[in-house]
C-alpha cells in the first residue's frame, strides 16, 4: 500500500505515458541509447525530452526539469548554446560534406592539438566508439598482437566487439572474440604485470580511463604506461569523460601522463557528433600514406568530416579557452556535493548515501538498510528528485547549472532524502512506485 502521493498525481506524464508504447512499437529499447531507456528511470515516470536550454529542459508535458549528466555527459556546455549552435549554424550555409577533404577539417585538427599536448596526429569519427575501437585496431596493427586488456571498474568503452563481448549482454558475438579481451584492476598494478606474465608476448593495449569514481594511487598511471612499454603494449586512455571535463586537456593533462593513443568525444562537441582519435605519430601514422608497412583502415567515415559538427567542436574550443568553463564544473559540483553531505548528515544517511567521484562528475552512491548497493533505493531516489524537478541519473554538473540551480537541486534532494530515510525505517516497498530500475548490462528483461 502507497501511502505517498503517487508521483503522477504531483506531476503529469500523461503524454510521456502515450508516447512511450509508440517509442517502444518503433525503436527497440524504447531510444536510441540504453542508457536512456525506460528500464533506467521509474516505471510511471518516463519523461520524453522536447527542448532544452542551459541546463534545463522541457518533457512532452511541459514539466521542466533542471538537468544533470546532460546528453550522457557530452553537453558541458549547456544546452543550446548560443556561440556553438552559431559556429554551427554558419558552417552549415556554407556545406556540409565534399569530394576532398575541406580546410576546417585542419582548422580543427590544429586547434585539437593545440589542447591536446602530447597528441602528434589526430582522426575525427563521429562517436565515442569509432574513436576507442579505431585504437584498438591501431594498436593491434602496430604490435601485431591480438589481446587486449580493459579495466574492469570502467563500465564503458565501445559499443563494438571488443568491449561487449565483455557485458553480460554478448549475445551475437563470436567465442573466437570473447576470448580477446582479458580484465584487469583499476589501482592494480601487480594484477596488470600477472596477464602480461599470463598471456607473454599477446596483449597489444591496454585501455582504461584516466579517473572514473576513483583516483589514480600510488602513481598507478605512470607506472601503467612503463609496464605497457616494458612488455611492448600500447597504453591508451579513454577520455571520453575525463576530456574537457576534468581539464580542457582531458585526464591526461589533469595526471600529468601522455598517452599513446587517447580517443576523445563526449563534451568535444557539446551535443553534436564529433569523437577524436589523438596519438603518437609513429602509431597513428599507419593509418596514413607515407609509411613502408602495412596499411591500416583507419577511421574512414562518410561523415567523419561533417563540418558542421566541425564547427562547432572549434567553438567548444574556444569557449574553453577564453571561459572558466572546467573551474565552474568543479566549483558547482563542490557546492552541490556539499549541500547533499550536509542533508546526508543531518539525517543520518551515512553509508546509506554517499556522494561520490570529483566535484565535476558527481555521481550517488544509493544503498539499502544493509548498505548494500541497491536499485531500489536507487529508484526511489529518482521518483522523489523527478517529481519535483530534478531529472539526476547522476550530479554530473555543466558549465550551465548556476549557483540558483544548484541550491534548488539540494533542496530537492532534501525532500527526496527525507523520503529516502522513511523508506529505510518502514521498507522501501512502501514508498516506491512500480517496478525497480536495472543495469543495462544485463542477459534478459
Ligand atoms: C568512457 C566511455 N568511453 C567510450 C564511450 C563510447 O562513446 P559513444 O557512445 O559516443 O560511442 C562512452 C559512452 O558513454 C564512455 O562513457
Known amino acids: 500500500m502507497v501511502q505517498s502521493p503517487r508521483p503522477e498525481e504531483v506531476l503529469s506524464f500523461k503524454q510521456s505515458l502515450a508516447l512511450q508504447q509508440r517509442f517502444q512499437r518503433a525503436i527497440p529499447g524504447g531510444g536510441h541509447t540504453y542508457a536512456k531507456g525506460d528500464d533506467q528511470f521509474p516505471e510511471h515516470m518516463p519523461p520524453y525530452i522536447v527542448r532544452g536550454k542551459g541546463c534545463h529542459v522541457w518533457d512532452a508535458d511541459e514539466n521542466e526539469y533542471i538537468e544533470f549528466g546532460m546528453g550522457l555527459r557530452a553537453v558541458t556546455l549547456g544546452h543550446a548554446f548560443e556561440p556553438v549552435i552559431e559556429a554551427s549554424r554558419a558552417q552549415m550555409l556554407h556545406g556540409s560534406n565534399f569530394v576532398r577533404p575541406a580546410t576546417i577539417e585542419l582548422e580543427c585538427a590544429e586547434e585539437f592539438l593545440s589542447i591536446v599536448t602530447g597528441a602528434e596526429m589526430v582522426k575525427f569519427g563521429k562517436n565515442g566508439s569509432d574513436a576507442t575501437s579505431a585504437a584498438i585496431k591501431l594498436a593491434r596493427a602496430y604490435t601485431g598482437r591480438d589481446m587486449v586488456a580493459v579495466c574492469a571498474e570502467h563500465p564503458f568503452f565501445s559499443v563494438d566487439d571488443w568491449f561487449i563481448c565483455t557485458t553480460a549482454m554478448d549475445a551475437g558475438i563470436p567465442s573466437a572474440i570473447k576470448e580477446l579481451t582479458v580484465k584487469f584492476h583499476y589501482n592494480n598494478i601487480e594484477n596488470v604485470e600477472e596477464l602480461f606474465h599470463r598471456y607473454p608476448s599477446r596483449i597489444a593495449c591496454v585501455i582504461l580511463e584516466p579517473e572514473k569514481e576513483v583516483p589514480p594511487q600510488n602513481d598507478f598511471l605512470h607506472k601503467l604506461k612503463d609496464l605497457c612499454h616494458t612488455h611492448g603494449a600500447v597504453f591508451i586512455l579513454d577520455e571520453m569523460i575525463n576530456g574537457f571535463r576534468w581539464h580542457i586537456g582531458g585526464g591526461q593533462a589533469f595526471h600529468n601522463i601522455i598517452p599513446d593513443l587517447s580517443a576523445f568525444g563526449k563534451a568535444l562537441g557539446n551535443g553534436f557528433s564529433i569523437s577524436a582519435l589523438a596519438g603518437k605519430r609513429e ?96 529508484t526511489l531516489f529518482l521518483q522523489e528528485t523527478i517529481r519535483r524537478g530534478v531529472l539526476a541519473p547522476s550530479f554530473v554538473v555543466s558549465y550551465a547549472h548556476n549557483d540558483e540551480d544548484i541550491d534548488r537541486t539540494g533542496e530537492v534532494v532534501y525532500e527526496a532524502l527525507c523520503v529516502y530515510r522513511k523508506a529505510l525505517d518502514e521498507g522501501v516497498g512502501k514508498y516506491l512506485v512500480g517496478r525497480p530500475v536495472k543495469p543495462v548490462f544485463r542477459k534478459y528483461r
Open 283 to 378: 602509431i597513428m601514422r599507419l593509418g596514413g600514406l607515407d609509411h613502408d608497412r602495412e596499411r591500416v583502415f583507419l577511421l574512414s567515415l562518410t561523415h567523419g568530416a561533417e563540418s558542421h559538427s566541425l564547427a562547432a567542436a572549434l567553438a567548444v574550443m574556444k569557449t574553453y579557452k577564453s571561459e572558466p568553463v572546467v573551474e565552474t564544473m568543479w566549483n558547482q559540483g563542490k557546492r552541490l556535493a556539499a549541500i547533499i553531505e550536509k542533508t546526508i548528515d543531518e539525517l543520518h544517511l551515512q553509508g546509506f548515501v554517499e556522494v561520490i567521484g570529483r566535484p565535476c562528475a558527481l555521481v550517488l552512491a544509493t544503498r539499502d538498510e544493509h548498505r548494500k548497493p541497491s536499485q531500489p533505493f536507487r
